[in-house]
């Protein structure tokens, strides 16, 4: 991606179409021209290096002519890129100049006996891409007609390459025919290269004519905006099935561990019931992330509700800290917690709620030794709606203001050793935002001056909030 996009600023400041406004079609067009161009002279001058040696020998005029063909194609680049000439008329010039180049070599090598005219069907299949179907068509009709020519005046044509050598075995097809057939299969496959990419050339075009449209009109970019939402809903539908799927050999795995793992320790076999256990955690971990990506799936499907009850604020947060507790010992952390009195009967959904709390108090926990987690509640007013506010401050290890958001980018993988917390799936933090929102809020962070992170969690204490995410 980095060498594409090198690539691509390196085009523009040849081509002079950066902030210019040129369109997709416009850009194509010139860049095709320009390396189509380039290619012909290459193929063009490998042709002669291989035969103009033989051709010296036998026809020097023809040889020397044939050497100059190559340089015809070197000015059509520079024009194409560093002039304001149009785009049609160059490209008619440079389909004239290969046509003639190719059809008066192949005239004097034995017309459509010579391999060289097989290049011939590449002027309609180049006209299409570069001008349309109609003009593809046009010169269908041209190398069909010099096709013909070459057969009809087949006895007028110098001979080829294999007559001039004398091998040509009399046993086998006569020149004539060879002729006649090679003229019907390449006008056919003229045609037919025209045809196919006829259909690539209008699905740029209309892109491109959809694109201009988009940035003009406002409705059009509404219309945009809503694709991509139906696109995306379909994603998260599918994403959603998917992992359905995963979880059931899931299950099945995490069952036969715990089976084995119970068995191993019947025979006294701690080593095998060791290698189970990890089995079963890397499995239940596995699930685990399963299930998230179940939810934001569905969060985004927009399958998920906000079912408000009265919660007692107070009571939840309690409970939270206390399950959690044990494993904020096992890392030598300590968690405070402080509720406003006036938080014990709310409207929310308290089964949400309970899930972003502790989702943030787990976050906190596995990135702080030996340091305090404060957990805060309390109500606010915004935009006239009460709020509940619940911060989670942690000591532990820091991240920058300028990658704070990458905390709620699921999937995010940084490969910086002192950034552990961007490391891994980050699937509950990117979760628990996607909650907040359904519930009226959202979830915001920023450093702590403790050092770690400082997580603020708001949600509706009204019914509002079902509306809201509605």
């Known amino acids: 991606m980095v060498f594409y996009a090198r690539l ?3 085009w523009e400041r040849l081509s002079g179409d950066a902030g210019r406004g040129v369109s997709l079609l416009q850009s194509s067009r010139k860049r095709l021209l320009t390396f189509t161009a380039l290619l012909t002279f290459a193929v063009a001058l490998l042709w002669v290096a291989l035969t103009g040696p033989a051709m010296l020998q036998q026809r020097p005029l023809l040889a020397f002519a044939c050497a100059t063909v190559p340089f015809f194609f070197l000015p059509f680049p520079y024009l194409a890129l560093r002039t304001s000439l149009d785009l049609d008329v160059l490209a008619l010039g440079y389909l004239t100049t290969l046509y003639v180049a190719v059809a008066l070599t192949a005239a004097t090598l034995g017309g459509a006996v010579s391999t060289t005219s097989f290049f011939l069907m590449l002027v309609p299949l180049l006209a299409t891409l570069l001008m349309g179907i109609r003009a593809g068509l046009f010169w269908v009709t041209i190398v069909a007609l010099t096709y013909a020519g070459f057969d009809i005046f087949r006895g007028l044509l110098p001979a080829p390459a294999f007559e001039l050598t004398g091998h040509w075995p009399t046993d086998q097809v006569g020149v004539s025919e060879v002729s006649r057939w090679n003229a019907i299969m390449m006008t056919l496959l003229a045609l037919a290269a025209s045809l196919s990419v006829a259909n690539f050339r209008a699905v740029v075009s209309r892109s491109s004519a959809l694109l201009a449209d988009a940035t003009d009109k406002t409705q059009d970019a509404v219309r945009a905006r809503a694709v991509a939402e139906t696109v995306n809903r379909l994603r998260a539908e599918f994403i959603a099935n998917v992992s359905h799927e995963l979880r059931t050999p899931l299950n099945a795995i995490i069952g036969y561990s715990e089976l084995l793992i119970e068995t191993a320790g019947e025979r006294g076999d701690e080593v095998g019931a060791a290698d189970n256990r990890r089995v079963l955690e890397a499995a239940a971990k596995l699930r685990s992330m399963v299930n998230d990506i179940m939810k934001l799936s569905a969060i985004d499907a927009g399958r998920v509700g906000v079912e408000i009850e009265e919660v007692n604020i107070e009571a939840l947060a309690r409970d939270a800290v206390a399950a959690l507790a044990q494993a904020a010992a096992r890392n030598g952390n300590r968690i405070d917690l402080s509720c406003e009195e006036d938080l014990t009967q709310c409207r929310t959904d308290g089964v949400k709620l309970d899930s972003c709390l502790r989702t943030l108090l787990s976050h906190a926990i596995a ?10 509640a309390s109500a606010t007013q915004e935009s006239g709606r009460a709020m509940l506010c619940l911060e989670v401050e942690d000591s532990g ?13 699921p999937f995010a993988q940084t490969g910086d050793a002192k950034l552990a917390r961007l490391d891994g799936p980050a699937l509950g933090l990117a979760l628990c935002r996607r909650l907040a929102r359904l519930m009226g809020g959202d979830l915001a962070a920023k450093p702590s001056s403790a050092g770690g992170v400082h997580f603020t969690l708001t949600v509706g204490l009204d019914a ?3 509306r809201a995410a509605a």
């Open 8 to 10: 691509e600023r390196f």
């Open 367 to 376: 990135f702080t030794r030996d340091g305090t987690i404060k957990v805060r």
């Open 397 to 409: 290890e820091g991240v920058e203001q300028a990658a704070i958001e990458c905390l709620f980018e």
């Open 464 to 466: 509002d909030a079902e």
